[in-house]
């Protein structure tokens, strides 16, 4: 039964996984994520049934679209296998719960806000408030919902205080919302873990591609995947930074 349930929590994700392809590409272009129907982006053909099928049908048509022969981007597939892999992690840190369903839809969001971070530079509002909104949907709603205002809340006054010193925008209100995601999935204090392992995150890249500029929001989600699954030891390593 245990095997029997993982699975199902695993094709739940690859499922989601597909639709997040779905808000990956339309999103940014201002479309809607129901109509029309999914086509090849090559030769606008609409798709049949089984070329919709999660990780399946890339394999089955070997990466290429059934009528023009067209390549079919690796983001299709990567984005689905990470949503399935996603929702198992999960599932095995909270055991099936009702709110597992939400954690995940609130991570699912998030991996989405990553893509088009990386792709397009932004991050849409509606992708961005859907995942604190599912963020927030806890047993203890009270305490999700202090703890996203406080992180929220915090990040803007520090934002503001940043951009009154360097004389400029410091901070994008997208990253306010991203924090309040954060306080609302972690509580206190992983927050700050989670805030103080993106930066270390960023770092590198940051290095490297510092000519041109490198998205922080992907670097929050991860951090906070991390300190999530692992809160009982980062919560050990804040303390033991702190009281040695």
């Not at 992690?89 to 939400?102: A, P, R």
Request: glycine residues 8%; aromatic residues 14%.
């Amino acid at each position: 039964m245990e095997w029997l349930t993982l699975f199902t929590v695993a094709m739940f994700g690859l499922s989601i996984g597909s639709f997040l392809n779905v808000v990956i590409y339309r999103t940014p272009k201002d479309e809607s994520l129901l109509f029309p129907a999914s086509k090849c982006q090559s030769c606008s053909t609409p798709l049949k049934w089984w070329h919709n099928i999660p990780l399946v049908s890339w394999l089955i048509l070997r990466g290429k679209c059934h009528f023009c022969n067209a390549p079919i981007s690796m983001q299709y597939p990567i984005v689905e296998f990470l949503t399935g892999v996603l929702f198992v992690l999960l599932y095995l840190k909270l055991g099936l719960v009702w709110q597992l369903f939400f954690v995940a839809l609130s991570f699912s969001a998030l991996l989405a806000l990553v893509m088009i971070d990386f792709e397009y530079m932004a991050v849409p509002d509606s992708v961005n408030f859907a995942a604190l909104l599912f963020a927030l949907i806890q047993p203890n709603f009270v305490d999700a919902l202090l703890y996203g205002g406080i992180a929220a809340g915090g990040l803007y006054l520090v934002g503001l205080l940043s951009s009154l010193l360097a004389g400029r925008q410091a901070m994008g209100g997208a990253d306010v919302i991203v924090a309040g995601t954060m306080g609302a999935l972690l509580g206190f204090p992983n927050f700050f873990v989670a805030l103080f392992l993106s930066a270390i995150l960023a770092m590198v890249p940051a290095l490297v591609w510092r000519e041109r500029g490198v998205p922080f929001v992907p670097f929050l989600a991860m951090a906070t995947l991390i300190v999530y699954l692992y809160d009982t030891q980062a919560t050990q390593l804040l303390e033991s930074v702190i009281y040695g």
